[in-house]
């Protein structure tokens, strides 16, 4: 049997990755050079990528012309070759859960461990955040066409975006996001205890200023029990704060203005 036909039988049985040792072990008198050799020109005729060191992704017909496999039809078996927990984050998450103000060229992975790079892979960049841990309650389990992954629930994925909203393109495309996902969030009282003081601050401001009232109420009375924040913090991080106001009941001080897309 040859490497492409192996790799074929891979994609009949459902899977869309392998390792290069399993390629190793399938073929025990092809020696490493034969096998890189081969490796190198599946990859140059599009037929399968190289994800990872060591990791590769089958790459059917429909999606040579993308430029690649979408990172959620492999996502959770580079996670586990890396020996990592995940979940798919941010902007990612948001698309999942059906925002429409997504960018489909960017693909977000929270992880615990040791940093990643920043990689791309055709025509998707894959950022990887690093996290100590999480509670289990803010993932969701999702069926995609590879098998399952795993996604932050939609509280989880509100509160990634505003903390982390200088990596994903700014406080006022997290509040376009929010927008469309406040319908959909169902707060945890031990999730919200997870997070950072300033995190739940900034989003609830954002919901009052968005007059989303109820949703700030319940995350304002599940946050500080009707006690007023002592912490002022900035609605954009990295923006000077003096001559700003902080007058409203989240002490934020409000150094721009949010602007959301309709």
């Given at each position: 049997?040859?490497?492409?036909?192996?790799?074929?039988?891979?994609?009949?049985?459902g899977?869309?990755?392998?390792?290069?040792?399993?390629?190793?072990?399938?073929?025990?008198?092809?020696?490493?050079?034969?096998?890189?050799?081969?490796?190198?020109r599946?990859m140059?005729?599009?037929a399968?990528q190289?994800?990872?060191?060591?990791?590769?992704?089958?790459i059917?017909?429909?999606?040579?012309?993308?430029?690649?496999?979408?990172?959620?039809?492999y996502?959770?078996?580079?996670?586990?070759?890396?020996?990592?927990?995940?979940?798919?984050?941010?902007l990612?998450?948001?698309?999942?859960?059906?925002?429409?103000?997504?960018?489909p060229q960017?693909?977000y992975?929270?992880?615990?461990?040791?940093a990643l790079?920043?990689?791309k892979?055709?025509?998707?960049?894959?950022?990887?955040?690093?996290?100590?841990?999480?509670?289990?309650?803010?993932?969701?389990?999702?069926?995609s066409?590879?098998?399952?992954?795993?996604?932050?629930?939609?509280l989880?994925?509100?509160?990634?975006?505003?903390?982390?909203h200088?990596?994903?393109?700014?406080?006022?495309?997290?509040?376009?996001?929010?927008?469309?996902?406040v319908?959909?969030?169902?707060?945890?009282?031990?999730?919200?205890?997870?997070?950072?003081?300033?995190?739940l601050?900034?989003?609830?401001?954002?919901?009052?200023?968005?007059?989303?009232?109820?949703?700030?109420?319940?995350?304002?009375?599940?946050?500080?029990?009707?006690?007023?924040?002592?912490?002022r913090?900035?609605?954009?991080s990295?923006?000077?704060?003096?001559?700003?106001?902080?007058?409203n009941?989240?002490?934020?001080?409000?150094?721009?203005?949010?602007?959301i897309?309709?």
């Amino acid at each position: 049997m040859r490497l492409i036909e192996w790799i074929e039988d891979i994609q009949r049985n459902g899977r869309y990755t392998f390792t290069y040792q399993e390629a190793k072990i399938t073929f025990p008198d092809k020696t490493a050079k034969a096998i890189d050799m081969s490796l190198f020109r599946l990859m140059q005729q599009g037929a399968i990528q190289s994800a990872f060191k060591g990791f590769y992704t089958v790459i059917p017909i429909q999606y040579q012309n993308l430029g690649g496999l979408p990172p959620a039809m492999y996502i959770n078996d580079l996670m586990k070759y890396l020996e990592r927990d995940y979940y798919i984050s941010h902007l990612s998450a948001a698309a999942l859960h059906g925002s429409a103000h997504q960018q489909p060229q960017e693909f977000y992975v929270t992880h615990n461990k040791s940093a990643l790079r920043k990689t791309k892979k055709g025509v998707m960049r894959l950022n990887f955040i690093k996290k100590e841990s999480w509670n289990c309650s803010a993932v969701e389990r999702k069926k995609s066409d590879a098998g399952y992954i795993l996604v932050s629930n939609p509280l989880q994925t509100a509160f990634d975006l505003v903390n982390d909203h200088n990596k994903i393109g700014g406080i006022n495309r997290a509040a376009t996001i929010i927008n469309e996902m406040v319908n959909l969030i169902k707060y945890d009282k031990e999730l919200i205890k997870q997070q950072k003081q300033v995190t739940l601050q900034r989003l609830g401001f954002i919901l009052d200023d968005l007059n989303w009232q109820n949703e700030a109420d319940e995350l304002y009375n599940q946050s500080f029990k009707m006690k007023k924040p002592k912490n002022r913090y900035p609605l954009k991080s990295g923006k000077l704060q003096k001559g700003y106001s902080s007058r409203n009941r989240w002490n934020i001080v409000e150094n721009t203005s949010i602007e959301i897309d309709e």
